[in-house]
């Protein structure tokens, strides 16, 4: 079983940057798909963007050009790197896995594609 734990979260001023990480507990030797995800109080939760075990990336199309997803040679971990921050970028991150996607397919925005989610990290954009 694959366990998935965020950190790297905290408060920043408007217009900083933040790099959050999602480690996984093992290595995944299959071919996978993780995510990143966000829920501010009061909505729902919302994508932000997805790479495979390939490093095919596939960005909501409000995070493009502010945030950028990345994964370490040894694929344990998974990086999110949060520029130009906002306050309604407050939120709880999550990053979420699925195991078995295969590698020439695009990651999945979808919500219902992942099955392992990590417990969050809170991000805090102060104006």
């Known amino acids: 079983q694959v366990h998935l734990v965020e950190s790297g979260g905290g408060s920043v001023e408007s217009g900083g940057s933040l790099k959050l990480s999602c480690a996984a507990s093992?290595?995944?030797?299959?071919?996978?798909?993780m995510g990143w995800f966000r829920q501010a109080p009061g909505k729902e939760r919302e994508v932000i963007a997805g790479?495979?075990?390939?490093?095919?990336?596939n960005y909501a199309d409000w995070a493009k050009g502010r945030f950028t997803i990345s994964q370490d040679n040894a694929k344990i971990t998974m990086v999110l790197q949060m520029n130009n921050l906002k306050p309604e970028d407050t939120a709880m991150y999550f990053c979420?896995?699925?195991?078995?996607?295969?590698?020439?397919?695009?990651?999945?925005?979808?919500?219902?594609?992942?099955?392992?989610w990590g417990q969050g990290t809170q991000v805090t954009v102060s104006s």
């Open positions: 979420a896995a699925r195991l078995d996607w295969p590698a020439w397919a695009l990651p999945s925005l979808h919500e219902a594609s992942y099955s392992r």
């Open positions: 093992k290595l995944i030797e299959s071919n996978y798909v």
């Open positions: 790479i495979n075990r390939a490093g095919l990336t």
